[in-house]
């Protein structure tokens, strides 16, 4: 009788069709998660017109989401290998869907308020999961690649949200745009029979014949009597925050952490207030929408060209200079007076902020083992959301002050200087795939836990 890995099966397999298609629906799902949180800082000044709000209060909404996501991030991502991480990427794809949409309907700020936050739970908890999903069924070798491309649909949907937003914002209000974001719950039937469940969760499960079915998507010739090595100490219990730290874990996970932190505030500083900024410093809103569709075409082009930078020369050596970057391109942006220089400038910040946080994901997937990855992702999106909670009161409050454009950006682009040094200390020699490595190299096939040798 035939006993196989199916963990090592999807490492070495090569791509098919069962993939493309997989990755074309997570990265749809990503995409309506990216619209759904960036139209907010599109609606702003709409908002407050409408409702006479400050800049204060503005900010203000912008953390409360940002709490549910990070909460949504905690839950969802701890709890993803008790439920499946399937059910929860469609749990969480219909609560940010239905909430977004329910937000159009909102006549008072308190209402508008609730149902964002219950949205941000569902934002917090879909990224995590995805990233674990297709870090289960993407080949070892394509597997950052792959991570990085799907994240792309963030920053997709965030360029759709600022289009939507020049075409419907002055004709017809902010209601519309809000009403688009709903426009997954369409989609969740296809999801829910493309998407297939988390091969460790089938594992936990022993379901061997669900197993069997998935991986002859992969690997067609598998035969009915095949047997499944399973991993029954650590593997099978559910994935804990703690053993994030064991192992000599602890550090890179703190800077895994910080790192994140770091770069969501320059994220959702500018997701929230770059229209504004850009109003500031004397251009209209259509102009100043499009500064926010050139962020994210910056952030899906430097995910895609640094991501292969990142198979050539490796996490570090790319990201680490890539911060630095977006740091002095916030600093020369507060002195550019030319229109298309500071297009230049934002297509830099978008790769150094949105795209450095895509590839940020894929790093943390690989670097932990299966049986940790989901704990990993959600636990380090959750610290990172800290970020997102105090970047848009803190830019709220500065933005009182009047101040001059530069002094914003600095203050934003200091974020982008700890990121940096954050990364610096994370240790490549505790990484998973170090040990991956390490077993190829003596020909040994093994199946990742998070039991390794002190």
Not at 191 to 197: A, G, H, S, Y
Not at 214 to 221: A, C, D, T, V
Not at 355 to 377: E, F, T
Request: glycine share 8%; net charge positive; aromatic share 12%.
């Amino acid at each position: 009788m035939n006993t196989v890995n199916p963990i090592e099966i999807v490492n070495q397999s090569k791509l098919k069709g069962f993939h493309y298609i997989l990755v074309l629906c997570l990265f749809i799902i990503m995409m309506f998660d990216g619209y759904d949180v960036v139209i907010y800082g599109a609606t702003i000044p709409l908002l407050k017109e409408d409702w006479g709000i400050s800049n204060i209060v503005a900010g203000a909404i912008s953390s409360y989401t940002t709490i549910g996501t990070a909460v949504g991030a905690v839950i969802f991502g701890l709890y993803a290998d008790r439920f499946g991480k399937k059910r929860i990427i469609v749990l969480t794809t219909f609560l940010f869907s239905f909430f977004t949409l329910l937000s159009g309907f909102a006549s008072s700020p308190l209402f508008f308020i609730v149902c964002r936050v219950i949205a941000g739970l569902g934002f917090g908890g879909v990224m995590p999961n995805i990233a674990a999903l297709i870090s289960e069924y993407a080949p070892a070798k394509h597997r950052a690649a792959i991570i990085s491309f799907i994240f792309c649909g963030y920053s997709v949907g965030a360029m759709s949200a600022s289009i939507s937003g020049q075409v419907l914002l002055e004709n017809f209000g902010w209601q519309p745009v809000y009403w688009i974001g709903g426009l997954p719950l369409l989609l969740l039937p296809f999801v829910v029979r493309i998407v297939p469940e988390s091969i460790s969760t089938l594992m936990k499960q022993k379901d061997t014949s669900g197993l069997v079915a998935i991986l002859r998507k992969i690997e067609p010739k598998l035969s009915n009597d095949v047997q499944f090595t399973y991993v029954e100490q650590e593997q099978l219990k559910k994935s804990s925050v703690r053993d994030l730290f064991k192992n000599k874990l602890g550090l890179s996970t703190a800077m895994f952490w910080l790192s994140c932190f770091c770069t969501f505030i320059l994220m959702y500083s500018l997701n929230t207030w770059l229209p504004t900024l850009m109003m500031n410093a004397g251009y209209d809103l259509k102009s100043s929408l499009l500064f926010v569709a050139v962020l994210q075409i910056g952030a899906i082009g430097g995910t895609l060209v640094f991501g292969n930078l990142i198979q050539l020369l490796g996490f570090k050596r790319v990201l680490i200079p890539l911060y630095l970057v977006g740091a002095v391109s916030l600093v020369l942006i507060g002195f550019s007076n030319n229109i298309y220089i500071a297009y230049g400038l934002i297509a830099i910040i978008g790769a150094a902020s949105v795209g450095l946080q895509n590839m940020s994901n894929a790093y943390v997937a690989q670097y932990y083992s299966v049986d940790v990855r989901a704990a990993a992702l959600g636990s380090t999106m959750a610290f990172g959301r800290i970020g997102s909670i105090v970047a848009p009161t803190y830019m709220g409050i500065l933005l009182t002050f009047n101040l001059q454009p530069q002094f914003n950006f600095f203050a934003i682009g200091v974020a982008a200087i700890f990121g940096a040094i954050a990364m610096s200390l994370i240790r490549e020699e505790r990484a998973d795939y170090a040990d991956e490595k390490q077993a190829n190299a003596n020909h040994v096939p093994v199946l990742k836990s998070s039991t390794k040798s002190v």
